[in-house]
């Protein structure tokens, strides 16, 4: 396929990027963070290449943008002790600490956070491509839900500031740690989805291992400083290097007792199979899914159009939540495709720190070329690319492309291509996007378009037993972040949300009594005395 020739110069010379956003330089990353202490790494190193190329006489190469340690297992099994130490069976300063002074510590934590900012955001274009807008919105609601954790914790925590006098039994009941925690987040949100399940566990008293995805490590380094000041030695400890190499020997040691994962069925798999000791592992995993919408003939095509513009293609369809099969209703096919390529078409393409840009590079090396094959695959069974230069390759751009129509045959109704190609299926029964709802391997969330009540209620109430969240005429998404996010089948263990997620990351506990006049009086006097940080009735405010 042709290049146009703003696809072709799509690359900008250093000079014409804006010079609040160049990179000062490759940032070799040479710290991490073991025992509360920044150490220095001099060994075997990464090299971290942008999705942002220069144009260069042999055509486009990637920016290089430093490097981070690629540590092995003694390494691992070093971190991992630092977090043993610390949680202490339980015994440990930090799980034993009252609840009042770990908001405290990662409160102290969001605050010196709060002044990294510019240089997270500026490493977030640079490392995964998301444009500005994203990158702050990223950092902004990743702060906006450390908030949020803390409140919901105290409001928790309120509930849990009194006794329950129950058939002649005193008992007051609390949530407690469950102890270490594997904590890797995804490349597509490396910052906010990695702190999603890492601030709840650590404020619910765990303690924690942390390995940044491969894509998006190296704007953890201006958080190390952060999270060595706010919390105690051992309690949060950072590791680098490839998966494949330094998870196994922390899931084999059977010290790992919480799997906090967001990635692939098959890397979850292999790591809680390699734990020897399965029913002492919590896990919690947000895994694929492919998510689909369903616009009926009576669908308002111009919102629906919209929804599933932004729903299939913001940061470049790279979201687990993103819309990666849409089914239209052969009555109004016809015209959807004509506006929604129209709409495709309006997009702005370009660099992140691009005003108004869409449609940014993809971080993955070898992404276009597996797009590339999606697509070929398509066209062979009979499908076309329907918008004019879909599918056309600059580097590590790829210009979104629709594909219809979509039938079984094709790899593209079975895999979720995590990348802006959009397929589009037609149909004339209802039957037909259910039985893929069933037939799927993945029940994260639908999107339904209509008007009509009676057709989406008879929708409603089946595809509720297959997802988790069904939008009506709105696109699939994760927020609020007080809303249960989850999946069934293979997209999802647990639920995160901020009040799910303290939950998931600890256990209901008590201290219980006979009601006699004995043990009131030693109960008063923990409780007077302040004695017990578990026996309580300290009120947060």
Partial sequence: ???????????????????????????????????????????????????????????????????????GEGEALAALDAAVRAYDHGRGRWPTMPVRQRIDHVQTFAW????????????????????????????????????????????????????????????????????????????????????TT???????????????????????????????????????????????????????????????????????????????RPHRLRVTLGLEAKNPAIILPDADLDLAVAECLAGSLSFNGQRCTALKMIFVHEAVAEEFLRRFTESIAGLKCGMPWDDGVFITPLPEPDKTDYLTGLLDDAVAHGAAVVNEGGGTVNASFFQPAVVYPVTEQMR??????????????????IETPIRYMVDSCYGQQVSLFGQDTASLAALIDPLVNQVCRVNINSQCQRGPDVFPFTGRKDSAVGTLSVSDALRAFSIRTLVAAK????????????????????????FIL
């Fill in 1 to 71: 396929m042709s290049m146009s020739a703003s696809l072709a110069s799509i690359f900008p010379a250093e000079e014409a990027i804006p010079a609040e956003f160049r990179l000062p330089g490759p940032i070799n990353q040479t710290e991490y963070l073991l025992d509360g202490r920044l150490c220095h790494w001099s060994g075997p190193v990464q090299e971290v290449l942008s999705p942002v190329c220069r144009p260069t006489p042999d055509g486009p190469e990637r920016v290089v943008v430093g490097s981070f340690p690629l540590m």
């Fill in 112 to 195: 010196i956070m709060k002044a990294q900012r510019e240089e997270v955001v500026r490493l977030l274009m640079w490392e995964i491509g998301k444009s500005l807008a994203d990158s702050r919105k990223e950092f902004d609601r990743t702060l906006d839900y450390i908030t949020d954790t803390i409140d919901a914790l105290k409001e928790l925590d309120r509930v849990s500031s009194r006794f329950v006098i129950e058939q002649g039994i005193i008992g007051q009941i609390r949530r407690a740690p469950l102890g270490v925690t594997l904590s890797m987040g995804p490349y597509n949100y490396p910052l906010n989805e990695t702190f």
């Fill in 198 to 276: 890492l601030i709840p566990a650590l404020i619910m008293g765990n303690t924690a291992v942390v390995k940044p995805p491969r894509h998006g490590v190296l704007l953890f380094q201006p958080l190390l400083k952060a999270f060595g000041e706010a919390f105690p030695p051992g309690v949060v400890n950072t590791l680098y290097g490839a998966g494949r190499t330094i998870t196994p020997p922390l899931m084999a040691s059977g010290k790992i007792d919480l799997l906090a994962f967001i990635g692939t069925s098959k890397a979850a798999d292999i790591l809680q199979k390699a734990h020897p």
């Fill in 412 to 429: 593209l109704y079975h895999e979720e291509q995590f990348g802006p190609i959009v397929p589009v299926l037609p149909f004339r029964d």
């Fill in 515 to 538: 009601d006699n006049e004995s043990n009131k009086s030693l109960i008063s006097a923990i409780v007077r005395e302040r004695r017990s940080n578990f026996l309580s009735t300290d």
